[in-house]
T-cell receptor, first 109, second 116 residues
Framework: QQPVQSPQAVILREGEDAVINCSSS?????VHWYRQKHGEAPVFLMI?????EQKGHEKISASFNEKKQQSSLYLTASQLSYSGTYFC??????????FGGGTRLMVKP | KAGVTQTPRYLIKTRGQQVTLSCSPI?????VSWYQQTPGQGLQFLFEYFSETQRNKGNFPGRFSGRQFSNSRSEMNVSTLELGDSALYLC???????????????FGEGSRLTVL
C-alpha cells in the first residue's frame, strides 16, 4: 500500500524551514527519500533503516520512527535549489520500494 | 560511469497498439525496477528484476510485462494500449543484493508515452 505524504505542496521563501511527513500503514524496514526536479529523474537523498536513526544531507535531514511507521524530512534554511517534488519510498523488506504521491516544494527568492 | 539509459525518450501510440521500452542499467547493477509516473498517482511500482528473474510485481494488469536479459538490460512491454497508460515510465537500477534491495536506486530520465 502506498505511503501517505503530507503536505501535498508547500511554498517557501529562501531561508525558511519545512517538514515533509511520510506515513505507512505497514511495518517498515526502511524509508528512502528522493527529490525530482521538473523534467529530470528522481535523485536519491538518503535511506533510513529501522532503529530510529536520523540522517543528514547538507541542510536536509530526516528521522524515522518505526513504532509509528512514520518518517519526516526536514529542510533547514531552504535554498532555491531545493525546489522540486520530494518522494518517500517505503520498504517492507520485500525487495521493492513503494513511493508516496510526492510533495511539491517551491522555494521563492 | 554511464548512468541509466532509457529508450525511446518519447513516443506516441494509438489505443490498441503495443509498445516496448528499453532500459540499460549502470554497469555492474543487477537489479532493474520499473515505475509508472502520472501527475495524479505519483510513482507506481510495476516490477523488479534481478538476475533475469522477476522478483517483485506491483498491482498492474497482465498487459504490462517485462523481462531482463543476461547483461542486465531490461525491457517492458505494454500490450493493447489504453488512454490511461499515458505516463512517464521510469527505470531504476541498483546493485541489488541477493537478499534485499534496500540500496539507492539510480533512475533513468524515463520514456514518455502518449496514447491517443
Amino acid at each position: 500500500q502506498q505511503p501517505v505524504q503530507s503536505p501535498q505542496a508547500v511554498i517557501l521563501r529562501e531561508g525558511e524551514d519545512a517538514v515533509i511527513n511520510c506515513s505507512s500503514s505497514k511495518a517498515l524496514y526502511s524509508v528512502h527519500w528522493y527529490r525530482q526536479k521538473h523534467g529530470e529523474a528522481p535523485v536519491f537523498l538518503m535511506i533510513l533503516l529501522k532503529g530510529g536513526e536520523q540522517k543528514g544531507h547538507e541542510k536536509i535531514s530526516a528521522s524515522f520512527n518505526e513504532k509509528k511507521q512514520q518518517s519526516s524530512l526536514y529542510l533547514t534554511a531552504s535554498q532555491l535549489s531545493y525546489s522540486g517534488t520530494y518522494f518517500c519510498g517505503t520498504d517492507n523488506a520485500g525487495n521493492m520500494l513503494t513511493f508516496g504521491g510526492g510533495t511539491r516544494l517551491m522555494v521563492k527568492p | 560511469k554511464a548512468g541509466v539509459t532509457q529508450t525511446p525518450r518519447y513516443l506516441i501510440k494509438t489505443r490498441g497498439q503495443q509498445v516496448t521500452l528499453s532500459c540499460s542499467p549502470i554497469s555492474g547493477h543487477r537489479s532493474v525496477s520499473w515505475y509508472q509516473q502520472t501527475p495524479g498517482q505519483g510513482l507506481q511500482f510495476l516490477f523488479e528484476y534481478f538476475s533475469e528473474t522477476q522478483r517483485n510485481k506491483g498491482n498492474f494488469p497482465g498487459r504490462f510485462s517485462g523481462r531482463q536479459f543476461s547483461n542486465s538490460r531490461s525491457e517492458m512491454n505494454v500490450s493493447t494500449l489504453e488512454l490511461g497508460d499515458s505516463a512517464l515510465y521510469l527505470c531504476a537500477s541498483s546493485p541489488g543484493l541477493a537478499e534485499a534491495n534496500t540500496g539507492e536506486l539510480f533512475f533513468g530520465e524515463g520514456s514518455r508515452l502518449t496514447v491517443l
